[in-house]
């Protein structure tokens, strides 16, 4: 009989309510793995507040980590951090049962502590913060049903002897709701779990792979690379780079499924694998990927180090008829592009690319085989994950952007960016350095302009070109700048005479044109 008041008194005044908050992390935490793996595969809250703490975790801590857990020492974070969000947890419940709504309250901020985490990652994708979000907002949901759920207050059971048994009832009612809140947050992180094996098993098999040495290499000339803060480095490092698909999930293919048809208007029909891929000579080659939707001054675009097998070769022994003039190259997962069969065909580094700066392709960048092409934009000549090659006829055919407005041929546009010094951003006048970026890939670069107000155009100074396929770097040095708000604007000089359109377009349907202009203040 004293039981009642001796131990129950207690359970229900701590120990239920911190069971609820634990139960409502469990659901949250579920609820946060599995639109992580949905929405944002790199932002799963454990693992972004797990990589956030590795890096700012003094050395002494992360040897001592070591130290005590050996190479589990991640595994070991992961534990130290359920624990953490128990304990927070266990408090939120105590909370918001005696003080609503503090509990709610307290998990927000755990919610906004994950989304700081995730949206400060270097390369944090646009949906970072909807893992930690979502994680949050549904723990919140869980802790008010739950702590509404608990049993009723203790003074009702003291004082009567059937007390007890509606009590018991209500706290096994309870304990109901929790274990449920807790199962369903189980099956939301198993469902998280399952839906990434694809792509976790790929990432293995990435890791392993060794690239054959290239039989030809690629060089950067000297002066090529200006070192200029601020400006974009001339290779793009491969987490920097750009991306750009219709893909919602990234594809999954393994390089033992994958293989290439090249088929259509052809003597002979072909197929190869990627052991056959990995069995040629591989040619490594520097070439600047440019969007179509890049607008004037955008940032869709980047240079890499390719290493691939030319597609002329395997056209060549395919054989096209000459009535061709296309090839409709296909992705796995549906994705078309539109290339002349002719700038397959010519002796530009149109490749078959297996690897980007030095590293297997990343699986969003078209792990394990895609294509590349100096001179063309993405959308009619870059395909990732490609696995088909039809040979075939511009009047035949369309592919995926050309199906919605976009033209059906796209040679990337004469074209040049300011980076240094960023709009609005002010300079002194003693040390005014302009610098940027200008491009026309396949044609090359003779020159770039710069205009201050309405003034002249006056020369830059162009670094030395790595080759007419990649972007080249200039710059200028604003010797009598001053004081003042001041425009700045930029031209470039195509190789071929053509000089960079100065009218505003939009980007559809075939690229951008016009000037880039950045406002600087000038002190
Ligand atoms: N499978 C597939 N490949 C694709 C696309 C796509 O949507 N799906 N987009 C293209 C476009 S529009 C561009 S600009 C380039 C971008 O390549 P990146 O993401 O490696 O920078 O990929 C091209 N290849
Ligand atoms: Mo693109």
């Known amino acids: 009989m004293p039981e009642t008041s001796g131990s129950a008194g207690p359970a229900r005044r701590l120990v239920l309510p911190a069971t609820a908050g634990a139960a409502s992390v469990a659901f949250g935490a579920g609820v946060g793995e599995l639109s992580a793996a949905v929405l944002a595969p790199a932002s799963s809250p454990f693992v972004v507040v797990g990589a956030l703490l590795i890096d700012v975790a003094p050395p002494w801590a992360k040897d001592a980590a070591i130290g005590l857990f050996g ?41 906004v502590a994950g989304a700081i985490a995730a949206s400060t990652r270097a390369n944090a994708p646009m949906l970072a913060i909807a893992p930690s979000a979502l994680a949050a907002i549904a723990a919140v949901v869980a802790l008010r049903l739950l702590v509404m759920r608990l049993p009723s207050r203790v003074e009702v059971t003291r004082h009567s002897s059937t007390g007890e048994g509606d009590a018991g009832v209500d706290r096994r009612r309870f304990l109901g709701w929790a274990g449920g809140a807790v199962v369903l947050g189980a099956i939301a992180a198993a469902g998280g779990y399952a839906l990434q094996a694809g792509t976790r098993a790929i990432s293995a098999v990435r890791d392993a792979i060794i690239l054959p040495k290239a039989a030809t290499t690629a060089t950067v000339p000297a002066g090529a690379e ?36 090249i088929h259509g208007m052809v003597e002979r029909e072909i197929t190869i694998t990627w052991d056959e891929l990995l069995a040629l000579p591989l040619d490594e080659s520097i070439t600047t990927l440019a969007c179509v939707s890049n607008e004037v001054g955008g940032e869709l675009i980047g240079n890499a180090v390719w290493l691939g097998y030319p597609i002329r070769e395997l056209l060549a022994r395919a054989s096209p008829t000459p009535d061709a003039d296309m090839v409709l ?43 590349v092409v100096p001179g063309l934009y993405g959308y009619v000549s870059a395909t990732k994950w490609v696995v088909d090659l039809e040979v075939t006829r511009f009047d035949a055919t369309s592919a995926y952007w050309t199906d919605r407005g976009w033209s059906e041929r796209g040679p990337i546009k004469l074209s040049s960016r300011i980076d240094v010094p960023r709009r609005g951003q002010s300079v ?19 020159g770039v302009e710069v205009q201050i107000d309405d003034g002249e155009w006056r020369e830059a100074e162009l670094a030395t070109a790595i080759s ?15 004081a003042g708000t001041h425009t700045v604007r ?10 960079q359109i100065a009218d505003r377009q939009g980007v559809v349907p075939d690229g951008a044109t016009g000037l880039h202009e950045v406002t600087v203040d000038v002190s």
Do not use: C
């Open 71 to 111: 190479t589990a020492d991640k595994a070991a974070l992961l534990v130290g951090i359920g624990l953490v969000l128990l304990a927070v947890a266990g408090a939120a419940g105590v909370l918001e049962a005696r003080r609503p709504p503090w509990g709610q309250v307290l998990f927000g901020l755990v919610g």
């Open 226 to 261: 200006l070192g200029i803060d601020g400006l974009a480095p001339l290779i793009t490092p491969n987490g920097e780079f750009y991306r750009i698909d219709t893909a919602l999930a990234v594809p999954a293919v393994d390089p033992a499924d994958w293989s290439l048809r």
């Open 329 to 371: 190259s296909r992705s796995v997962d549906g994705f078309t592009a539109s290339t002349p069969l002719e700038v397959l065909q010519d002796d530009r580094a149109a490749i078959l690319a297996v690897g980007m700066n030095g590293e297997p392709l990343p699986a969003e960048h078209g792990f394990p085989v895609r294509m």
């Open 428 to 446: 002194s006048a003693d040390a005014a350095v302009i610098a940027g970026v200008a491009w026309h890939q396949h044609v090359g670069v003779d």
């Open 468 to 482: 007419d396929d990649t972007w080249v770097q200039w710059r200028y040095e604003w010797s009598d700048a001053a």
């Open 490 to 499: 930029v031209r470039a000089l195509g190789a071929d005479g053509e000089m």
